[in-house]
């Protein structure tokens, strides 16, 4: 019997020594979060000022108790000094966090190799990726978007300013620009560029009618890839009405031939 109950009390102390090493009731908060999904995505914009870059993570479920977690990267190789670290002088660096964001604005990045991004609760590291800064960049939102619009040639020019024709990287963007009449809400009209300038044809627009359009960006290069940024502030134009300048035209020499008439006449009797 002495035998039997000195077996029961070894089974109970490995119990208790397995579940403590494994974060079990010896810790509550690292209990519940074995439960939670830690999973997140972050995004960089380079050259933010000047040669800081910013790197900008957040917990894919937005609801997640976030109290105590940390975002860490750190380059992926376990030397220091190799060629092949994402960082400069250093290993590791943590994010701040801003309301449910984290984010670090640095000069730290090398722009080359594999960096890992971890979430941490108190030192203990709960999940990690592994990613390339170039290839999770998101461009800075276009800005000043303008529609001109050219009664001779019938056309609308449409224009519109980025700080990346500014940058030394991310220079090279595809532009989307979605336009739509403001009363169709979701009849939206996408024209793909690579430039910052559009022309848009009034036969192809409604006359009369009141337009809505913007822009957004994407990195166009095999090197630099990642999101769409940001749309820009949209853009209001009025279309002009045909029907007033189909008069025009049809009127027009006419008047320009009445014109001269009395242009004429007036000097006839000028020299009586």
């Known amino acids: 019997m002495a035998i039997l109950s000195t077996a029961f009390g070894i089974l109970f102390y490995l119990l208790?020594?397995?579940?403590?090493?494994?974060?079990?009731a010896q810790n509550g908060d690292l209990e519940d979060s074995e439960l939670d999904d830690y999973s997140f995505s972050c995004y960089s914009q380079?050259?933010?000022n000047r040669f800081q870059h910013l790197l900008h993570c957040a917990f894919d479920d937005p609801d997640i108790n976030s109290t105590g977690l940390e975002f860490e990267i750190c380059y992926q190789s376990t030397e220091l000094k190799s060629h092949n670290g994402s960082l400069v002088d250093v290993s590791c660096l943590s994010l701040s966090k801003l309301q449910e964001?984290?984010?670090?604005?640095?000069?730290?990045?090398?722009?080359?190799?594999?960096?890992k991004i971890c979430v941490k609760l108190r030192g203990r590291i709960l999940t990690c990726r592994k990613m390339?800064?170039?290839?999770?960049?998101k461009p800075e939102a276009p800005y000043d978007v303008c529609v001109v619009y050219r009664e001779e040639a019938n056309d609308f020019v449409v224009t519109f300013n980025t700080s990346h024709l500014r940058k030394n990287y991310v220079k090279n963007l595809i532009h989307e620009i979605a336009y739509r009449q403001e009363k169709d809400a979701a009849d939206w009209m996408h024209v793909n560029l690579s430039s910052t300038r559009l022309t848009l044809l009034q036969r192809k627009l409604q006359p009369n009618a009141m337009y809505e359009i913007k822009v957004r960006s994407i990195p166009d290069t095999d090197y630099f890839k990642g999101f769409w940024s940001e749309w820009s502030p949209?853009?209001?134009?009025?279309?002009?009405?045909t029907n007033g300048q189909e008069l025009s035209r049809l009127y027009g020499p006419a008047s320009q031939i009445i014109r001269r008439l009395w242009s004429n006449c007036a000097r006839n009797q000028k020299r009586t």
């Open 16 to 24: 208790q020594v397995v579940s403590g090493e494994s974060g079990y």
């Open 46 to 48: 380079l050259e933010v």
């Open 101 to 115: 964001t984290y984010l670090i604005k640095t000069n730290k990045f090398l722009l080359i190799g594999d960096s």
């Open 132 to 137: 390339k800064i170039v290839h999770i960049v």
């Open 234 to 241: 949209s853009f209001r134009f009025r279309t002009p009405d």
